[in-house]
């Protein structure tokens, strides 16, 4: 790695640091000479850009405006020449001073030294680094390849990483939960636990870098054909050595086989409770929905079954994100949606899925025999579809009103002829609709005429004298719970009817 301070200590370039000392140890990508007044169209990052100041101007606005425009392009020190015969005699101190509040090294350039001589300097010493480090780079690749051959394949690459590097390395998965470290430290940097939730959306594309004391710590997905992790790797002080970088990028590559290996190991695994979840959500006969169960280490008289709705996606991730979160559970698949069967009396069932999967919306179903499994999931079924119309989260269908759990047994053509017996002769008459979306939202707000008023847009007496009308057409007394009860479950049919074909 070649910083400024390198430079500064070659006495034959007579360089001297006026500004900037804290970050004059981050590592020169090169050196550039521009004088105009915006170079950041020529600058790639990290240079040692170098200038007399031809076109800056004697202002503290202009000056500052310059200094910030470099600074964002990444430039990694600034020179400038001062010389009598030069823009500028001595360092401005307006210079001086805007580096230093932007972190930005300032090296003063005499006019005895060309800035050739300096650029020289440099790319010589980054040749001779990136030659130098030729051989132990071979080495670090073969040290970091048997690691990857050890049984304990990820912990033993990130530990020779970090050992052969001296970079503080970090192997993340997509939930940014930490699976090894090293060297040893007590918890993970919040900002990169932070970035990494940031870059799961982006996937094998996520990369970022993030600041780490003096230095940075940059983060690289990892996984061969999806997105399985993140490697996060830097330092406390200083910057990144392209050898060091070189040998992070090699280990990102080992651990993505290794990581993808363990996914396709577990896959494989799981398989047997994926199918004896399907097998039970099907319908079996008492005595095989026992022996299924029992033949996965599950030993229950009842079950439940939920139903998750994750985003387009792997749905097998999905599958196993989910085996993972509940290990008790048998966890498989119900056409784009993860189908999971617990022990009914499993504690916690609904905050555990809540906690691991917040925006997945989630339906639970009531305790049934295990071979009942497919009246459990019709219920878990309906509960996603009212989890996804709140916005995500988990419902359990034991929460509703008892009457809409029972409704779920209920064949679809009866439930749509005690529908229209019920409400036919509402919306068979004059603006029907608007009748039947009034007393809708009347019954929801729980007969409370302000809610219900806003709900449907109406006013306080249009309300009442539309719910008279219903009253009308429909024989029944909304004053009466019985008859209210016989309104709404005709509502709930038809939504039930529906969604069952």
């Known amino acids: 790695m070649v910083c400024v301070l390198d430079l500064v200590a070659l006495d034959e370039l007579a360089l001297e640091l006026v500004a900037g000392a804290a970050a004059a140890g981050r590592p020169l990508a090169g050196a550039s000479v521009n004088e105009h007044a915006d170079p950041t169209p020529w600058l790639r990052g990290g240079e040692l850009l170098m200038c007399d100041g031809l076109e800056l101007r004697r202002s503290k606005r202009h000056i500052d405006a310059y200094v910030d425009r470099i600074a964002a392009a990444g430039v990694a020190a600034l020179a400038i020449g001062i010389g009598e015969n030069l823009p500028f005699a001595r360092v401005p101190r307006l210079l001086a001073n805007a580096c230093e509040v932007a972190g930005l090294p300032l090296v003063k350039v005499p006019s005895t030294t060309p800035f050739a ?272 119309q709140r916005g995500g989260g988990v419902l359990d269908v034991m929460t509703l009103a008892s009457a809409r759990i029972l409704l779920e047994g209920v064949p679809a053509d009866m439930l749509r002829s005690y529908a229209d017996a019920t409400l036919r002769p509402v919306e068979s008459a004059d603006g029907g609709e608007l009748l039947l979306r009034t007393l809708r939202a009347w019954l929801a707000a729980c007969g409370v005429a302000d809610s219900a008023a806003a709900a449907a847009g109406v006013h306080r007496h249009t309300l009442r004298h539309r719910l008279q009308r219903v009253e009308q057409l429909t024989g029944r007394h909304l004053d009466n719970a019985h008859d209210r009860g016989e309104l709404w479950l005709a509502f709930e049919a038809r939504d039930l009817a529906a969604t069952s074909g």
């Open 117 to 388: 001589q300096v650029s020289e300097a440099v790319f010589s010493r980054l040749t001779q680094e990136r030659f130098g480090e030729a051989p132990m780079m071979v080495e670090t690749q073969r040290a970091l390849t048997r690691a990857a051959a050890k049984p304990a394949s990820s912990p033993s690459v990130v530990a020779t990483l970090a050992r052969l590097t001296g970079l503080l390395v970090m192997l993340c998965d997509t939930e940014a939960g930490l699976i090894t470290t090293s060297p040893d430290v007590a918890a993970t940097p919040p900002v990169v636990l932070a970035t990494i939730r940031e870059l799961v959306p982006r996937g094998l594309h996520g990369t970022a870098m993030v600041p780490s004391g003096d230095g940075y710590i940059r983060i690289q997905p990892v996984g061969a054909n999806s997105l399985r992790g993140f490697l996060a790797y830097g330092t406390e002080h200083g910057g990144i050595s392209e050898f060091q970088g070189s040998a992070a990028g090699f280990a990102v590559w080992l651990l993505g086989i290794d990581l993808e290996r363990q996914h396709v190991v577990r896959a494989l695994q799981r398989r047997p409770r994926e199918e004896a979840a399907e097998r039970l959500a099907r319908g079996v006969t008492p005595a095989a929905a026992g022996q299924l169960l029992r033949s996965q280490g599950i030993h229950a008289d009842r079950v439940k079954v939920a139903l998750a709705q994750p985003p387009l996606g792997d749905i097998a991730d999905a599958v196993n994100k989910v085996a993972d979160l509940i290990p008790e559970a048998l966890a498989g698949r119900d056409r784009s949606a993860v189908l999971i069967i617990v022990p009914a009396d499993l504690p916690d069932l609904a905050a555990r899925l809540a906690a691991g999967n917040p925006a997945w919306p989630v339906g639970l179903g009531g305790p049934v025999q295990p071979h009942q499994c497919p009246i459990s999931l019709r219920q878990a079924q309906r509960g996603v579809q009212l989890a996804q």
